[in-house]
T-cell receptor, first 114, second 112 residues
Framework: DQQVKQNSPSLSVQEGRISILNCDYT??????FLWYKKYPAEGPTFLIS?????DKNEDGRFTVFLNKSAKHLSLHIVPSQPGDSAVYFC?????????????FGTGTRLKVLA | KAGVTQTPRYLIKTRGQQVTLSCSPI?????VSWYQQTPGQGLQFLFE???????NKGNFPGRFSGRQFSNSRSEMNVSTLELGDSALYLC???????????FGPGTRLTVL
């Protein structure tokens, strides 16, 4: 049972435009969400996170939106740059459990076209 | 601070063999987690160790095991390797002040 889903395996966006990556989850106990970026032959790199007490978090060109009622989060990248081309994973955790069992989605490959 | 390191980076084994992978977390991080990444499956959680104790376990068979030492370094062992165990194995560490994990570069295991 995939508790965290990224239904778009790939996405192509023109340089300078907005990239929107989506993620859905099923477990209502999840209360902390993260986005990671992964380049080939490297480990994932943390990008941005959001707690369930918020509905938006911004960090430079990256903004994460959380819609708890829809169990949906999205990552917006504005403006998109060729260096953003990578695989993006969303992850979720039940932080109140006191442990750190992060559940990851299957990833979305973003290609930013110059 | 040095990042998470994993050794070896690449490994080729044959079916039936066993393998041990090593992970050194960021200094001061006591939580170490292991993930398996295969195409189309994303990152599958294997287990998490904290202060030498396994705190969480994913849905993997008993052939997958791990341990953590007093210096927080961790090892993962896979016994009786199967072709389907071919994957990128990632280790991540977490410190007390963050909710995010920091990943190592991974060990690419190929089972022939």
């Amino acid at each position: 049972d995939q508790q965290v889903k990224q239904n778009s395996p790939s996405l192509s966006v023109q340089e300078g435009r907005i990239s929107i990556l989506n993620c859905d989850y099923t477990n209502s106990m999840f209360d902390y969400f993260l986005w990671y970026k992964k380049y080939p032959a490297e480990g994932p790199t943390f990008l941005i996170s959001i707690s369930s007490i918020k509905d938006k978090n911004e960090d430079g060109r990256f903004t994460v939106f959380l819609n708890k009622s829809a169990k949906h989060l999205s990552l917006h990248i504005v403006p998109s740059q060729p260096g953003d081309s990578a695989v993006y994973f969303c992850a979720a955790n039940d932080a109140t459990s006191g442990t750190y069992k992060y559940i990851f989605g299957t990833g979305t490959r973003l290609k930013v076209l110059a | 601070k040095a990042g998470v390191t994993q050794t070896p980076r690449y490994l080729i084994k044959t079916r039936g063999q066993q393998v041990t992978l090593s992970c050194s977390p960021i200094s001061g991080h006591r939580s170490v987690s292991w993930y398996q990444q295969t195409p189309g499956q994303g990152l599958q959680f294997l287990f998490e160790y904290f202060s030498e104790t396994q705190r969480n376990k994913g849905n993997f068979p008993g052939r997958f095991s791990g341990r953590q030492f007093s210096n927080s370094r961790s090892e993962m062992n896979v016994s009786t390797l199967e072709l389907g165990d071919s994957a990128l194995y990632l280790c991540a560490s977490k410190g007390p002040s963050y909710n995010e994990q920091f990943f190592g570069p991974g060990t690419r295991l190929t089972v022939l």
